[in-house]
C-alpha cells in the first residue's frame, strides 16, 4: 500500500542544501519499501550526492554556474531575472526527483551519500516536495 504527503521545505539560499535529516524527520518509513520524491518546481531539483565534505556543496554550485551562465544573449526566457532561465535549464540537468530504497525502516543510501536540494534561483523561495512511499 502506497501512501503520500506533501513536505514545505523553508527558503533556502542558491546552491546545494543536503536536507535528507529533514525528509526523515519529516516521513514514517515501512521497513521495507522505496520512497520517491518529487520536487513541484522548475526552477529547483533534487539530487543524490556526497554528505560527507561540504566543499562538495559549494564545487557543484561552481561547476553548474560555469556550465549555465547567466545573461547569454540568446535567452528569451529572462521575465524574473538573470537567474530565471539558467534556473530551469540547471533543473533540467539535474532532474525533479529521487527514489531512495528503504530497508529495515532506513533509507537505504550508500555510506557518504545524502538528498540535496538544488535551489537554482537567488530568491527561490519556500519548495513544494510530494514524498510517496511504496
Known amino acids: 500500500m502506497a501512501t503520500q504527503k506533501q513536505l514545505i521545505l523553508p527558503p533556502h539560499s542558491r546552491g546545494f542544501h543536503l536536507i535528507t535529516n529533514y525528509i526523515l524527520s519529516n516521513t514514517d518509513l515501512p521497513e521495507i519499501g ?3 520524491i518529487f520536487i513541484q518546481h522548475t526552477s529547483a531539483g533534487l ?14 554550485e561552481a561547476s553548474f554556474n560555469h556550465l549555465v551562465q547567466e545573461d547569454e544573449p540568446f535567452y528569451k526566457h529572462t521575465y524574473e531575472g538573470s537567474d530565471d532561465m539558467p534556473a530551469h535549464i540547471k533543473s533540467s540537468l539535474v532532474g525533479s526527483s529521487v527514489s531512495v530504497p ?8 550508500g555510506t557518504w551519500q545524502g538528498i540535496y536540494l538544488c535551489e537554482f534561483r537567488n530568491n527561490g523561495g519556500s519548495r513544494k516536495l510530494v514524498l510517496t512511499v511504496f
Open 102 to 109: 528503504i530497508t529495515n525502516g532506513k533509507l537505504n543510501l
Open 34 to 36: 522505496v520512497l520517491h
Open 47 to 60: 539530487t543524490i550526492n556526497e554528505n560527507a565534505d561540504p566543499t562538495v556543496q559549494s564545487d557543484l
